[in-house]
């Protein structure tokens, strides 16, 4: 991290002294001496009793982030006594993921701490930097989704929000991806193994899960007992959500599913030790594993137990804490709830909460269906992140009747009662009910989750506004039909502090240095760069920090790796979850085109590249491992290849993770967002690029379509079919056509099929033939690679202008203020939650 940073203008950290600074926090008076330096010591003695030179870098990391959560703790409290006083309305966060990455840095980072936290450390003789990378990511999530949900808390808590994420504390995180002979490996993430400094178990806030049946040994094999109903525990632990400024500290609320303590002594006792104790094991193997699979929800028992224990839990909590909040003497008004919570579901995942809402309100709470069923709607919403029909979760109805059989009832009520509506507005639209219909009949009757979500909430939005288009014009249109003030747009963003500040020092100080820091905390304020493109002073100062950002990165990977690369060529970069409809390949038949181009002419001019891809395939995604061990070969060969050294490299970076992207994006020249245009929602990792002072290439689709209008269309190099062309031409299309009259396709495609990646490994790309010839090219990856070259070249004859380069960075960073996580907040605040700050005096 860099001493030098400019502080914030909420604090002058720089020049204000480690006690003062612990006072601002209210650690000054408390039981200790108010010295962060007596902070760290005491931690590092008396957590490990043990003598304080002989513990190891992992202890000092444990000690730092001990004292920083000393630091934190009683703005934490004094955040939560807020809320509890004013009762404002609350936003609830719901998501099966939260990929938080490492707290250490940003936490000191939002505190602005850190110019004084390396002072100490250097005073101490810390190595800050091998002290952060002691923390494990805490990879709770597979992607975007999860990331956002990260990011969306980090702004709820910058904004002063009273909000609370809600979430599940896997034991095991995204698998941790080793590659093999160039193909990909899973390893468990034991990332609890050591003690997490950042999590604090609240065992006295614990609630109550029940099911409707239970588990039994019986002859060695896990069995359900139909109807004899059981229950789990759910244990909250909860972590500091830091604002930029340290003044709000929200929580995230992760719960752990653990077994109530009255087993079967009996059983016990007649030696029966295993059966006696498979309860406890089925209900604590429960939030053990995150799902990795982030493109089929392909029948997973286990995956469906994990959502409702999620919903089980926090409407549980929430419940409980509007109860103790409302009522005066007698019970709480009810008729309250909407005006002092909001709950958002992050996809259907946590879908589960209109029934279990509508349970509570009619069993528990007693209130009439007409009731119960306002009160529902009006607190819940819902965000859909997908249009993959296979990604569109759909539970078995007979899941339902056996684990949930009361939420079953009240769906199928739901549904009826629906259904009487939709036939009494369409009466002579039969084809109709069997689409909207929150049932999916067939050989085995399924539970339409988007439809639950969509009929009973009171918003439903997309994450970009050609996703939020197509959600409602297509995937669900007679839907929209019918509630056409339910569905809005909501474009993601990401968060600042992370993504620039944090992540990439020298830009950021160039930024600051120019326009001040009010970007930080309102990001809009990048317009102001928008002259400064025509400023050759400021041009080279953010070139420069690129410069700075890539050599930063290339040292990093050789001492972490052992690999070679060249700041000095063009990093170009493509760093998203492998899949199909990303197509990685396209990327990769780029390479082998330009591959072809210098193989057949040594001499010609072309700047020289490094390619980076980096991503993980879900374990049983073959084709996406095929894919990842396509681009390992290809890089292996490259390499190997004198004709092309020095001109061409590519390079697969194992385990993409936050910590990976918060490197690889600073350094990252040319960001590849070239999904088939209609198939990625939004993208996030764009936005990233963009404000890292990247050129994006890329196809019409998710947010980057707006990314190129707020940075100009002419600052971007946009390519490729349309959505609706990529509609229109799918009944027609031919991959064929392209191999047969494009003679750069042949060749690449003929090379690869040679065997030239895979000389000694006959055969293993012949899936790639499938999916990109005689399968008939589903992504369409032949129909936009002329095109793909095409901006390429023109991406290539810009930089020959680096002046004119330059330029157009500063106009994309002048452009992507509207990508701030902030300003989507901001958007939900105001428009679907109507919630508003509650500042923490
Ligand atoms: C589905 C499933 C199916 C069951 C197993 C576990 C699992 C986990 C995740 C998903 C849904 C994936 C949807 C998703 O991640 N969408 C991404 O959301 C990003 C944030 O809105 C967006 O930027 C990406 O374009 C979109 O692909």
């Given amino acids: 991290m860099d001493s030098d940073r400019p502080a914030a203008g909420t604090a002058t950290p720089g020049a204000a002294d480690m006690g003062k600074l612990l006072q601002q926090y209210g650690c000054g008076p408390i039981r200790f001496t108010g010295s962060g330096d007596a902070l760290y010591e005491r931690h590092l003695m008396f957590d490990n009793v043990a003598d304080r030179a002989a513990v190891g870098p992992r202890e000092r990391y444990e000690a730092v982030a001990r004292s920083v959560r000393d630091v934190l703790s009683q703005r934490w409290v004094r955040t939560e006594q807020t809320y509890e006083r004013e009762n404002p309305k609350r936003v609830y966060y719901l998501s099966m993921e939260f990929l938080i990455g490492r707290s250490l840095a940003n936490n000191v980072l939002n505190l602005l701490l850190d110019p004084v936290v390396e002072r100490a450390a250097v005073g101490k003789g810390l190595d800050w930097l091998a002290v952060l990378e002691q923390e494990p990511d805490a990879g709770l999530g597979n992607g975007g989704l999860g990331r956002l949900a990260a990011c969306f808390i980090d702004s709820m808590a910058t904004m002063e929000l009273p909000a609370m994420g809600y979430g599940l504390r896997y034991e095991y995180g995204i698998f941790k991806q080793t590659i093999r002979d160039g193909w990909q490996h899973e390893r468990p993430d034991n990332w609890l193994r050591r003690p997490d400094p950042w999590e604090i178990a609240r065992p006295d806030e614990m609630v109550e899960v029940r099911l409707g049946c239970s588990f039994e040994v019986r002859g060695g094999t896990l069995g359900v007992v139909v109807g004899r109903p059981s229950s789990l525990l759910g244990v909250p632990y909860d972590r500091p959500v830091v604002g930029y400024g340290g003044k709000t500290v929200n929580t995230l609320r992760l719960w752990v599913a653990a077994a109530p303590d009255d087993f079967d002594f009996q059983a016990f006792s007649a030696g029966e030790f295993v059966s006696a104790l498979a309860e406890r094991l089925t209900a604590e193997s429960l939030t053990r594993v995150l799902y990795p699979d982030d493109s089929t929800s392909m029948g997973q028992g286990l995956r469906f137990v994990q959502e409702y224990f999620l919903v089980a839990c926090s409407l549980a909590d929430l419940v409980r804490r509007f109860r103790r909040r409302n009522s005066g003497r007698g019970d709480p008004d009810w008729s309250a709830l909407p005006a002092k919570a909001a709950i958002q579901l992050n996809d259907t995942h946590p879908g589960l909460a209109v029934p279990e809402l509508m349970r509570i309100l009619l069993d528990d709470v007693r209130l009439d269906w007409d009731q119960a069923w306002d009160l529902t709607r009006r607190t819940l919403a819902y965000t859909n992140h997908t249009l993959l029909p296979e990604a569109l979760e759909k539970w078995p109805l007979p899941w339902l009747a056996l684990l949930l059989p009361r939420h079953l009832e009240i769906i199928l009520e739901i549904n009826r009662r629906f259904l009487d509506e939709v036939r009494a507005r369409f009466p002579d639209d039969g084809g109709r009910i069997g689409r909207v219909s929150l049932i999916e009949e067939g050989a085995e009757r399924r539970i339409r989750m988007a439809n639950l979500a969509i009929v009973g909430s009171h918003s439903t939005n997309g994450v970009a506004a050609i996703h939020s288009h197509l959600l409602r014009t297509v995937t669900v249109k007679d839907l929209a039909e019918m509630f056409p003030e339910r569905f809005s747009n909501k474009t993601n963003g990401v968060t600042p502090r992370r993504w620039l500040l944090l992540a990439n020092p020298p830009l950021a100080r160039g930024i600051t240095g120019a326009i001040g820091d009010g970007w930080i905390t309102d990001l ?113 060969t490259i390499d190997g290849d004198p004709a092309v050294r020095g001109r061409l490299k590519v390079v697969f970076l194992p385990e993409y993770c936050v910590s990976l992207a918060e490197r690889l994006i600073p350094a990252t020249d040319v960001s590849n967002q070239i999904s088939t245009a209609g198939y990625e929602a939004s993208g996030t990792s764009n936005m990233k690029f963009m404000m890292n002072g990247a050129l994006t290439i890329g196809t019409r689709d998710g947010a980057t379509i707006e990314m190129a209008e707020a ?78 070259l095409e901006a390429d070249r023109r991406l290539l004859e810009l930089y020959a202008d680096p002046a004119g380069w330059a330029r157009k960075v500063v106009l994309n960073l002048a452009g992507s203020g509207k990508f701030s996580s902030d300003r989507t907040i901001a958007e939900y605040a105001a428009e679907i939650w109507d919630v508003k700050p509650c500042p923490v005096p």
């Avoid at 269309?713 to 990529?726: D, I, R, S, Y």
């Fill in 524 to 636: 809009a304020e990048l317009e102001k760069l928008k002259p400064l493109a025509d400023d050759r002073g400021f041009r080279d100062t953010i070139i420069r920090a690129k410069r700075e950002a890539k050599s930063r990165f290339a040292d990093w990977l050789r001492s972490a790796s052992g690999i070679v690369v060249d700041p000095d060529t063009i990093f170009d970069s493509q760093v998203k979850r492998i899949h199909e409809y990303k197509r990685q390949l396209l990327n990769a038949l780029r390479v082998v085109v330009l591959y072809n181009r210098l193989r057949e002419n040594p001499d010609m001019e072309m700047a020289p590249r490094t390619f980076f891809f980096s991503g993980k395939a879900a374990p049983a995604y073959h084709l996406a491992k095929t894919i990842i061990k396509f681009l390992n070969n290809l890089a292996g």
């Fill in 711 to 788: 940075a100009g269309e002419e600052n971007f190099f946009m390519f490729g079919l349309t959505a609706e062309q990529v509609a229109g031409s799918r009944s027609w299309y031919d991959p064929r056509w392209h191999y047969d009259n494009e003679p750069e396709t042949r060749a690449a495609l003929d090379l690869i099929f040679s065997e030239h990646f895979s000389r000694y490994e006959p055969g293993v790309f012949d899936p790639l033939r499938q999916t990109l010839l005689t399968g008939g090219d589903h992504y369409m990856h032949l129909a936009d690679l002329t095109a793909y």
